[in-house]
C-alpha cells in the first residue's frame, strides 16, 4: 500500500468520525425542507475506466439529474435553497470520503466525470483514467465558479463540452505527469482557501 493511499484511508476515515454531527444535522435539514433521498448518488467513469457510483448530499429536487446534467447558474430553479448553501461552501462533497475510504477515489486527483462526457474523450484524453479519480484538482480549483461560468454561455453544453472539458484534462494531464504527496497537499491547502475566499 503506498503513501497515497495510506493518506487517503486514515484522513477519510477521520474526516468521517469527526464530521459525523455535520452529516446528522445536514441529513436533518434535507429531510425537513424538502421531499427525496439525503444522499445523491450519480455514475461516474473511474480508474480503468471503471464505474461507480460518487455520493454527494441531494442538492436538488428529486429526478433533477433528468432534465440536464449540468449545473446552470447559482440560481438553477432545481436548487433547492439548503442545496444552494450546501454547494457553495462544498459541503454536498462531503459524503465523497465514502468513495475515498471505499478506494473509489483519492482526495486528489481528476474529477470523475459521467458516462456520457467519457465517452467523447480522444485517445489522448483518456490518459486522465489511468488514475484514481479525486475530490479536488488543479482544474478544481480554476472552475470553483463553474456553474457561474456556464450561465454566461449561450449554449452551456456545448461550452462545457469544447472548452471546459478540454481545459480540465490539460490541467489533469500535467497534474499525472508532475505528482506527488506534497503537490497533493498543495492542492488541499489551495482547495480550501477557494473555498473560505468564496
Request: aromatic share 10%.
Given at each position: 500500500?503506498?503513501?497515497k493511499?495510506?493518506?487517503?484511508?486514515?484522513?477519510?476515515l477521520?474526516?468521517?468520525?469527526?464530521?459525523?454531527?455535520?452529516?446528522?444535522v445536514?441529513?436533518?435539514?434535507?429531510?425537513?425542507?424538502?421531499?427525496?433521498?439525503?444522499f445523491?448518488?450519480?455514475?461516474?467513469?473511474?480508474?480503468?475506466?471503471r464505474?461507480?457510483?460518487?455520493?454527494?448530499?441531494?442538492?436538488?429536487?428529486?429526478?433533477?439529474?433528468?432534465?440536464?446534467?449540468?449545473?446552470?447558474?447559482?440560481?438553477?430553479?432545481?436548487?433547492?435553497r439548503?442545496?444552494?448553501?450546501?454547494?457553495?461552501?462544498?459541503?454536498?462533497?462531503?459524503?465523497?470520503?465514502?468513495?475515498?475510504?471505499?478506494?473509489?477515489?483519492?482526495?486528489?486527483?481528476?474529477?470523475?466525470?459521467?458516462?456520457?462526457?467519457?465517452?467523447?474523450?480522444?485517445?489522448?484524453?483518456?490518459?486522465?483514467?489511468?488514475?484514481?479519480?479525486?475530490?479536488?484538482?488543479?482544474?478544481?480549483?480554476?472552475?470553483?465558479?463553474?456553474?457561474?461560468?456556464?450561465?454566461t454561455?449561450?449554449?452551456?453544453?456545448?461550452?462545457?463540452?469544447?472548452?471546459?472539458i478540454?481545459?480540465?484534462?490539460?490541467?489533469?494531464?500535467?497534474?499525472?505527469?508532475?505528482?506527488?504527496?506534497?503537490?497533493?497537499?498543495?492542492?488541499?491547502?489551495?482547495?480550501?482557501?477557494?473555498?473560505?475566499?468564496?
Amino acid at each position: 500500500m503506498d503513501a497515497k493511499r495510506l493518506f487517503d484511508i486514515f484522513f477519510s476515515l477521520t474526516g468521517l468520525l469527526i464530521l459525523m454531527p455535520v452529516f446528522f444535522v445536514v441529513a436533518v435539514l434535507l429531510k425537513r425542507e424538502s421531499k427525496g433521498p439525503v444522499f445523491y448518488k450519480q455514475i461516474r467513469v473511474g480508474l480503468n475506466q471503471r464505474c461507480f457510483q460518487l455520493i454527494k448530499f441531494r442538492t436538488m429536487c428529486p429526478d433533477a439529474d433528468k432534465m440536464g446534467l449540468l449545473t446552470i447558474g447559482d440560481h438553477d430553479a432545481r436548487i433547492t435553497r439548503l442545496g444552494c448553501w450546501l454547494r457553495k461552501h462544498k459541503v454536498d462533497e462531503l459524503p465523497q470520503l465514502l468513495n475515498i475510504l471505499k478506494g473509489e477515489m483519492s482526495f486528489v486527483g481528476p474529477r470523475p466525470e459521467v458516462p456520457k462526457y467519457v465517452e467523447m474523450y480522444d485517445a489522448s484524453q483518456q490518459r486522465v483514467l489511468t488514475v484514481k479519480p479525486g475530490i479536488t484538482d488543479w482544474a478544481s480549483i480554476k472552475y470553483i465558479d463553474e456553474s457561474s461560468l456556464l450561465a454566461t454561455a449561450d449554449d452551456p453544453e456545448s461550452f462545457y463540452i469544447h472548452k471546459v472539458i478540454p481545459s480540465k484534462i490539460s490541467q489533469n494531464l500535467e497534474y499525472i505527469d508532475h505528482h506527488n504527496l506534497w503537490i497533493d497537499c498543495k492542492i488541499i491547502s489551495h482547495t480550501l482557501k477557494s473555498i473560505l475566499l468564496k
